[in-house]
């Protein structure tokens, strides 16, 4: 394929602003405000990962924020649980995701019911049927209103020692339940039609549109695209996808893309993002989550950005470089420093752990200005914080 098209050639720089760009990161509040913006925000870039950490506020909160300036909690609430344009399922994490999208979550959740779920394997079929018949006699439920459990033994290390948890978890994959609310980590289960008012459930995406729809989510939340980038977690699916890029790039849809540093690690894009490559500059500066779609695809994040993170939090304190929960920080289209904090709430202040300079933030002369922007941002992201 790489012989029969011609490919462009992209510097780092440039494949750095296309992908801020597709990620809507060179732009203030490109979604707008509000609770249409959430919506908006996870539909463009495909998930938002939601995780437990809350040393300061978790991820799925940090990733709206950085793309809505505006962002207040209640919009996402807003969005799951009352116009109910996300929805809660497994990408490469637990992930918020457009609803519109759910056909393309189907067939996991039918291989799961047929098969299923390695996480959950000690689910006796008499705690399944005791989860689905207080939701469906009693309405939506929590696990603190199942107080008759008796607890069993974990069989690893983040499995729940109730029986009835392990049950509802594995409904929610299976695609029996949904979870209609979520107060912290706390999550609300509902029967799924019973949510979203359906009658019958979304038709099951095929196999085809399936792997059109990985394809165009990372073209569209990416700009530039590799195997591994489209398929992160997911290496059954590259073949499928690579027959697919082929067909586009013999119909002129797609361009191979001869990234600098890449080697022979193989990237496409499309032809009209590529018309973009040498326009504008970013002069934003974000405070970014480790989970953030720009970080956490660390070999990526490392071949564009010359950085290479360090997710620290699992590493015994002595051995840590960054720092417990260290943030990358983008100042235009660079990655200049890692920034540990924590949220202070009892006292109400945002705590700087440690800051490490790193990339073109270790040059002593563009320090000042690094830093300026950066504390400015600091006072932005602090409110967010402790905002209610």
């Keep these: 394929m790489s012989r029969a098209a011609k490919s462009h050639s992209l510097t780092k720089a440039e494949a750095r602003r296309l992908w801020l760009s597709a990620q809507r990161l060179d732009t203030l509040a ?154 912290g980590m706390l999550k609300t289960y509902e029967l799924m039609a019973r949510h979203f008012g359906w009658d019958k459930p979304p038709k099951q995406a095929s196999a085809t549109e399936a792997t059109a729809y990985l394809l165009d989510r990372a073209l569209r939340a990416q700009g530039v695209v590799s195997l591994d980038s489209i398929c992160h977690l997911d290496a059954p699916r590259k073949k499928a996808i690579r027959r697919l890029i082929e067909q586009r790039v013999r119909r002129n849809e797609l361009v191979p893309v001869a990234l600098e540093g890449a080697g022979k690690q193989e990237h496409w894009a499309r032809p009209e993002t590529l018309e973009n490559a040498h326009e504008g500059t970013c002069e934003l500066a974000h405070i970014l989550s480790p989970f953030d779609p720009l970080i956490i695809q660390r070999k990526r994040t490392h071949l564009f950005f010359d950085y290479e993170h360090r997710f620290e939090a699992y590493v015994p304190k002595e051995k840590r470089l960054f720092g417990y929960f260290a943030l990358p920080v983008l100042v235009g289209d660079q990655i200049v420093a890692a920034i540990d904090l924590k949220t202070d709430r009892a006292n109400k202040k945002l705590l700087m752990q440690k800051w490490n300079w790193v990339g073109s933030g270790k040059a002593r002369g563009a320090r000042a200005d690094f830093k300026r922007r950066i504390e400015e941002e600091l006072d932005r992201f602090e409110r967010f914080q402790l905002a209610e």
């Design 30 to 183: 490109p979604f707008g405000d509000g609770r249409p913006a959430v919506a908006a925000a996870v539909d463009h870039l495909g998930y938002v990962q939601i995780d437990t950490i809350n040393v300061i506020e978790r991820c799925h909160h940090h990733i709206l924020y950085t793309r809505i300036p505006a962002y207040r909690r209640a919009d996402l609430r807003q969005a799951q649980s009352v116009d109910k344009s996300v929805f809660e399922y497994w990408t490469h994490a637990l992930s918020y995701v457009p609803s519109k999208d759910f056909r393309f979550f189907v067939p996991a959740m039918k291989l799961h019911q047929r098969e299923g779920h390695r996480w959950f394997n000690s689910v006796k079929p008499a705690d399944m049927r005791k989860v689905m018949r207080l939701i469906r006699q009693n309405g939506a439920l929590t696990i603190r209103d199942i107080e008759d459990d008796v607890l069993a033994e974990k069989e690893h290390l983040w499995q729940s020692r109730k029986p009835s948890k392990r049950a509802l978890q594995l409904a929610f994959y299976e695609g029996r339940l949904t979870i209609s609310e979520r107060n």
